[in-house]
């Protein structure tokens, strides 16, 4: 019934606690695809320990180096209905798979599941900020209204139905962040998002995570992914008005991204007024109406699109009629 999907790399001993977590899970019909991806001889050893105590383990060795060409390949052998994605070093609670497969039985309409993130962390409090923000995000609609914020599902809390794969394709290689774009293309594509209250995953964090230490989820990644789909989203959503961008100095460069997709872009909305030699400028004071142009907020700090969403809609604008939140 259900596919674990589960990429390992040098994990070493941290590969045995999402081993157990797979293990001790209440529902026990579970296939779990183990894909070895250029495996240390430790992780390899602890992965064909595992695979010849349980015949519900399948070991599948994918030499080529990437996240998203283990994921690829491990999905060839995924023979559940559902695909649950779980990281080598993280564990899931023992009622996850039956949570999260519970869920999309009683809601076919729904293609991808996740839930509540419990995370774990001696590195800081930026990827803590993350989690807080996307375990608010609990309904398709807030996950798809923020979708061009931050990803609105952490990668390995994730169920799925595997025949999104057969219908959209499978994981990106190209220098992106695989989920985010497999995401995008998902919700461009009309797949519903849901969540179950309960935590279904500990993500554990380190110095080296790829999700620190990786090109593909480098800023620029995430700015370039998200600009792609926004120029494929914008022409719909202006409906023939002129594009304002909300933001600062950073704004501006991505304005200048998004005109070489093919989306000319007015003017700047700042909270200081300032002259500009290519674009219009004015304040928020200085808005128009809502209906006779279209804002995209690009403003980058922390938090700032939570206040611009705040400032548009008091001043009456709509939110992915009037307006779309990015970062």
């Known amino acids: 019934m259900i596919?674990?999907?589960?990429?390992c790399h040098r994990e070493g001993e941290?590969?045995?606690?999402?081993?157990?977590?797979?293990?001790?899970?209440?529902?026990?019909?579970?296939?779990?695809?183990?894909?070895?991806?250029?495996?240390?001889?430790?992780?390899?050893?602890?992965?064909?320990?595992?695979?010849?105590?349980?015949r519900r383990i399948v070991l599948v060795n994918e030499p080529t180096p990437g996240i998203a060409h283990a994921l690829n390949t491990g999905l060839q052998?995924?023979?559940?209905?559902?695909?649950?994605?779980?990281?080598?070093?993280?564990?899931?609670?023992?009622?996850?798979?039956?949570?999260q497969s519970g869920y999309l039985d009683l809601h076919p309409d729904v293609g991808l599941v996740s839930g509540q993130v419990r995370f774990v962390t001696n590195e800081g409090t930026g990827y803590d900020h993350y989690v807080q923000q996307i375990n608010g995000w609990q309904t398709h609609e807030q996950m798809y209204c923020y979708r061009f914020v931050e990803s609105p599902v952490a990668h390995p809390s994730v169920m799925f139905r595997r025949s999104l794969i057969a219908r959209f394709g499978d994981y990106s290689t190209d220098n992106v962040p695989e989920d985010y774009e497999l995401w995008l293309r998902w919700l461009e594509a009309g797949v519903r998002f849901g969540k179950?209250?309960?935590?279904?995953?500990?993500?554990?964090?380190s110095t080296g995570r790829l999700s620190r230490t990786h090109d593909n989820y480098a800023r620029r990644a995430f700015d370039e992914v998200r600009l792609r789909y926004l120029a494929r989203a914008l022409p719909q959503l202006?409906?023939?008005?002129?594009?304002?961008?909300?933001?600062?100095?950073?704004?501006?460069?991505?304005?200048?991204?998004?005109?070489?997709?093919?989306?000319e872009v007015t003017g700047i909305v700042d909270v200081i007024g300032r002259r500009l030699e290519t674009l219009g400028s004015m304040t928020y004071e200085q808005l128009p109406s809502p209906g006779s142009i279209f804002l995209l907020s690009m403003v980058s700090n922390r938090d700032g699109y939570q206040i611009v969403e705040k400032v548009l809609t008091q001043k009456g604008y709509v939110a992915e009629r009037d307006f779309v939140l990015a970062a």
Do not use: F
Request: charged content about 30%; some cysteine.
């Open 77 to 99: 052998y995924c023979t559940g209905d559902y695909v649950a994605r779980l990281d080598a070093d993280d564990a899931m609670p023992v009622n996850r798979l039956e949570l």
């Open 3 to 7: 596919s674990v999907l589960l990429p």
């Open 238 to 263: 202006m409906a023939g008005r002129p594009l304002w961008v909300c933001g600062g100095r950073y704004a501006r460069r991505k304005s200048t991204r998004l005109k070489s997709l093919g989306i």
């Open 196 to 205: 179950v209250d309960d935590v279904v995953l500990d993500w554990y964090d």
């Open 14 to 54: 941290l590969l045995k606690r999402a081993l157990r977590s797979v293990a001790q899970q209440t529902l026990r019909d579970w296939q779990l695809v183990l894909v070895c991806n250029d495996c240390d001889a430790e992780t390899a050893a602890i992965a064909r320990e595992a695979a010849s105590a349980d």
